[in-house]
């Protein structure tokens, strides 16, 4: 209490307890009643109940503080535990949802190189039909160069692909190079010789055809490491 607002009382009330032989100092009493008779504390005992007394006090409330310290650190530790787990939960819940997405997003554009492929397959076989005069011939046509690719959930999750792993994520990033982002189409007025007319549909059919297998492959891929979790 020294140098605070409590010095003054706190000085007050030890020389009142001093005067009227209260609390410690009526060890002082009892010890000059006792070697009155004879039958005094020694001075060892007499230091004892002043000092060593306030110790074992003193220790007992630092084993309690020890306790107490001990058990919030211990809460603290499962309380870190939780927080990672619900983490690692939500983080897991995050990734497949994302290789939901992209596998719903492949399979998109697998189905439309399919429908692709068949349109102008069709288209092919009525140039390469002898007994009809093409289309493009009577009023001219159209070539669209590749389907119209889908790439909204990669475009918006690149950053994140690093989730599913190296290997998966380099190979989604090359195949997604691969996708024209852009639509072109080329002209097929009536002045194109036919042959001609028959290997600009050739190679567009192949073309789209070469990225049948890699999507397959990317498809098969995020299914098995979401069926491995």
């Given amino acids: 209490t020294y140098n605070t607002a409590f010095a003054s009382a706190y000085g007050q009330a ?5 005067l009227n032989q209260k609390g410690v ?3 002082l009493k009892e010890s000059e009643t006792q070697e009155s008779d ?3 504390l020694s001075p060892g005992m007499q230091l004892f109940m002043l000092t060593g007394v306030p110790m074992i006090g003193l220790a007992g409330l630092g084993l309690i503080m020890w306790i107490f310290l001990q058990r919030m650190a211990t809460a603290q530790r499962q309380e870190f535990d939780r927080a990672r787990k619900k983490e690692s939960v939500l983080v897991e819940r995050e ?6 997405t992209l596998e719903g997003e492949l399979l998109e554009n697998k189905d439309k190189i399919d429908a692709y492929i068949s349109i102008y397959s069709d288209m092919l076989r009525g140039l390469r039909d002898i007994n009809e ?7 001219g046509d159209i070539i669209q160069k590749n389907p119209g ?7 918006a999750n690149a950053n994140r692909l690093s989730s599913l792993g190296i290997k998966l994520a380099g190979r989604l990033s090359k195949l997604y190079a691969s996708l024209p982002r ?4 080329i002209n097929l007025d009536a002045s194109i010789p036919l042959e001609t ?3 600009l549909v050739e190679k567009v059919i192949e073309s789209a055809a070469s990225l049948q297998e890699p999507i397959s492959a990317a498809i098969t891929e995020l299914q098995q490491v979401s069926q491995s979790r």
């Avoid at 030890?14 to 001093?18: D, H, I, L, V």
């Avoid at 690719?149 to 475009?155: A, H, I």
């Avoid at 852009?182 to 189409?185: K, L």
């Fill in 182 to 185: 852009d639509q072109e189409y």
């Fill in 133 to 139: 005069t093409p289309k493009y011939q009577k009023m």
């Fill in 38 to 40: 004879g039958k005094g």
């Fill in 95 to 100: 990734r497949n949802v994302l290789m939901s």
């Fill in 149 to 155: 690719f889908s790439r909204t959930v990669f475009d």
């Fill in 25 to 27: 100092w009526s060890y």
């Fill in 197 to 199: 007319a028959v290997q």
């Fill in 14 to 18: 030890e020389e009142f307890a001093r």
